[in-house]
């Protein structure tokens, strides 16, 4: 089965990253936007072009799943799209519900892009789980463009972190990491956080969903990968280099919670 994965950049890779692991047999395309990352700075109606043009391009690569690995792709284009294109489409959604089920009456701060942060979805999302006065929410704007160039945990990360995360933490449970991209930081956002405070994620709960619309068969084939730059594929021994470095992070990163 052939399982694509969009993002606006390389946030994504984390959550194919997961999928590899749990779907070892399938055929996986990985597709970037390198040409218009980040989304969050941008409108909510470039967006939904963007996403529009991506999810042609991979239909016409005969994919007969998407999975939107992007939060903000999620929020702004995911219902548009799923009202567009009759394949499963399954998108992201912040690990809000985890830490509120684990951690009742517990304060989750919710970090996202942005536009994610602003947009109608996760207000909604906020409603349905009563989380009113437990979900704080903020933007992590720089920390696209660190992940992007590949500064992980650099002094300007550290810095740049403990300037915008300086919460009273005595009366939160959770952050929630509510940006594909921030997935990358979790040791230095383990260094600076309280111990008693848990990282959580959506991958785990986005693959699932993925595995419970498409039920995957089983096959003797090996699992393979293409990687796509906004329609054009990879096959440049620097760029798949650095997408390999990009991986072998989310594997160092794999555990932290």
């Known amino acids: 089965m052939k399982i694509a994965f969009f993002d606006s950049g390389i946030g994504g890779l984390s959550v194919l990253h997961h999928a590899m692991k749990i779907l070892p047999q399938a055929e996986f395309i990985f597709y970037a936007d390198e040409d218009n990352v980040p989304y969050g700075t941008k409108s909510p109606e470039e967006v939904l072009t963007y996403v529009d043009a991506a999810f042609q391009f991979l239909i016409a690569q005969g994919v007969e799943a998407i999975v939107v690995a992007c939060n903000t792709a999620t929020s702004v284009a995911v219902k548009k799209m799923r009202e567009k294109y009759s394949l499963p489409i399954i998108g992201m959604e912040p690990a809000m519900k985890v830490a509120l ?84 930081f979790k040791d230095t956002l383990r260094k600076i956080l309280p111990p008693h405070v848990k990282i959580l994620d959506g991958n785990a709960g986005t693959v699932n969903e993925l595995i419970r619309r498409i039920e995957p068969t089983s096959s003797a084939k090996i699992s393979s990968v293409e990687f796509f730059y906004s329609g054009r594929r990879v096959t440049d021994a620097i760029e798949l280099a650095r997408l390999e470095k990009f991986l072998r992070r989310l594997d160092e990163m794999e555990g932290l919670s």
Do not use: M
Not at 129 to 156: G, I, T, Y
């Open 101 to 184: 089920d684990t951690f009742p009456n517990r304060k989750v701060l919710v970090t996202a892009t942005a536009i994610t942060i602003t947009g109608k979805k996760i207000q909604r999302l906020i409603e349905r789980l009563h989380a009113e006065n437990l979900a704080e929410l903020k933007a992590l704007p720089r920390l696209v463009e660190f992940a992007e160039r590949q500064e992980f945990n650099s002094l300007a990360v550290e810095e740049y972190l403990r300037g915008e995360l300086n919460y009273d933490w005595e009366n939160f449970s959770s952050l929630v990491l509510g940006c594909t991209h921030f997935n990358y």
